[in-house]
Structure formats: structure tokens, C-alpha cells
């Protein structure tokens, strides 16, 4: 069975993203991940998919619509 944890890079192909793209919306709060003690970033992929079916919206498959940071 494959690992359900995915590191920076597995999420960055999984939503279009950059890898800097995905550390950026980390530091902002908008990604649900984890860090591990060595300081690695892990998501849970379950998490990753609910994620992104709460951006999709009809007629929307090719771009994430943008998010403000919470305040």
C-alpha cells in the first residue's frame, strides 16, 4: 500500500503548484501539512484531496482560485 503521507514535491504535481508555490501557501496558513521533528514538511493525502475539492468550483478544472490569507 503507498505511504498516504506526501512531501512538498507529491503535493506541488498533485495541485499545479510550484514547490516554492506550496511553502509559500504553507508559511500563509492555507495548506493543511504537517512538520515532522526533523523539520520536514508531510500531508496527509485524504486531507490534500478534501482541500481540493472545497477550491473546485463547476466549469473550474484548470486553475486553484485564489485565497487571502486569514488576517
Do not use: Q
Amino acid at each position: 500500500m503507498p505511504d498516504p503521507n506526501l512531501s512538498i514535491r507529491d503535493v506541488a504535481k498533485k495541485i499545479g503548484k510550484s514547490e516554492w508555490g506550496v511553502r509559500f501557501d504553507l508559511k500563509r496558513g492555507l495548506l493543511p501539512g504537517y512538520k515532522l521533528p526533523s523539520g520536514v514538511w508531510r500531508f496527509d493525502e485524504a486531507e490534500i484531496d478534501a482541500w481540493l475539492a472545497t477550491c473546485r468550483k463547476p466549469g473550474r478544472t484548470t486553475r486553484l482560485p485564489d485565497v487571502k490569507a486569514p488576517a
